[in-house]
């Protein structure tokens, strides 16, 4: 029995998650923070559309593309509102529908691991406030723990460097993601739950695309 159980903690396969819009609906919350912030910041109005065309992308990111002539002391201060206001409007995030159950069932097969482009104190205040079960997962990387996020691969190569395994899966919403897997040379599994359409999502290449987080059970049995 014990030898049964070492075995298996030393040969689940690794498996990194995005957070945001791949686990939770996080869209309310979150373009709240970009359009008050941007308010009070005097910057020319942005639709939620136009903002939810970059997200997957670290905030600081998406507000550049945005308003590419923003200043590094404006940028940083929109970042600060941003922040407060999406905390003030936390209470909004929910996660999808099967999420805690289809987690739960991965959990017992391979070493999840949560890596996300939002800092790593918001990652984790957004899994307590929706209730998932954070010890489901054996690490949690924010953006701000690497150099260069997602679409670079190094949230994924720091986990499988303190984890000490390859990973051999990466899911996500965004093309973001699904680049980053590529770079770490690992199978992708795209989901239809964020804002990027099924045909942008093909043109990164995923191995699989599904509708949603629960029917990557089909490949991860």
Do not use: W
């Not at 002539?69 to 509102?81: H, P, R």
């Amino acid at each position: 029995m014990y030898l049964k159980l070492f075995i298996t903690k030393f040969i689940m396969d690794l498996v990194c998650i995005d957070l945001d819009n791949t686990l939770i609906d996080s869209d309310k919350p979150h373009i709240l923070g970009y359009l008050n912030a941007f308010k009070k910041n005097n910057l020319p109005y942005k639709s939620p559309k136009e903002i939810k065309k970059y997200f997957g992308l670290v905030s600081s990111e998406i507000i550049k593309n945005l308003y590419p002539k923003i200043s590094k002391n404006k940028l940083n201060k929109v970042l600060e509102d941003n922040y407060n206001y999406f905390y003030k409007h936390r209470h909004q995030l929910k996660a999808f529908k099967g999420i805690k159950k289809t987690l739960k069932i991965l959990s017992k097969k391979y070493t999840l691991a949560l890596i996300s482009n939002c800092p790593k104190k918001q990652v984790l205040d957004s899994v307590k406030k929706t209730k998932i079960n954070l010890k489901l997962f054996k690490l949690v990387i924010g953006c701000d723990q690497v150099k260069k996020p997602k679409p670079y691969p190094d949230e994924i190569l720091l986990a499988e460097k303190i984890l000490n395994k390859k990973a051999k899966f990466v899911i996500g919403d965004s093309p973001y993601d699904i680049i980053a897997g590529k770079k770490a040379h690992t199978k992708t599994i795209a989901v239809l739950t964020g804002n990027h359409s099924k045909k942008d999502l093909k043109k990164t290449n995923p191995d699989f695309i599904f509708s949603n987080f629960n029917q990557v059970l089909k490949v991860l049995k």
